[in-house]
Nanobody, 116 residues
């Protein structure tokens, strides 16, 4: 069983930055694709960014140039650097691990609130 624990969320002013972390238990992190999703109140969950085991990344258009996903396999951790934050980035951010067999595991999420 894989457990994912996110941290790093909080309240930040528009234009500010946060770094989210997601730590995975177990030994399959290195071979897994990792993703960050977000869900704002009253909206559907949205895929924000992905990073493969080989380090290839993809982003939703609305965060390109502002957010950066990265991973540290030695620490079983995936990061999401959030810069130039906007009020519309307010959401619960969750990480997802996808095994090489396609099996998904989810964290519980961390709240990001962008407000003045």
């Amino acid at each position: 069983q894989v457990q994912l624990v996110e941290s790093g969320g909080g309240l930040v002013q528009p234009g500010g930055s946060l770094r989210l972390s997601c730590v995975a238990s177990g030994s399959i992190f290195r071979s897994s694709t990792m993703a960050w999703y977000r869900q704002a109140p009253g909206k559907q969950r949205e895929l924000v960014a992905t990073i493969t085991s080989g380090g290839s990344t993809n982003y939703v258009d609305s965060v390109k140039g502002r957010f950066t996903i990265s991973r540290d396999n030695a620490k079983n951790t995936v990061y999401l650097q959030l810069n130039s934050l906007k009020p519309e980035d307010t959401a619960v951010y969750s990480c997802k691990l996808i095994t090489i067999d396609g099996w998904p595991y989810w964290g519980r999420g961390t709240q990001v609130t962008v407000s003045s």
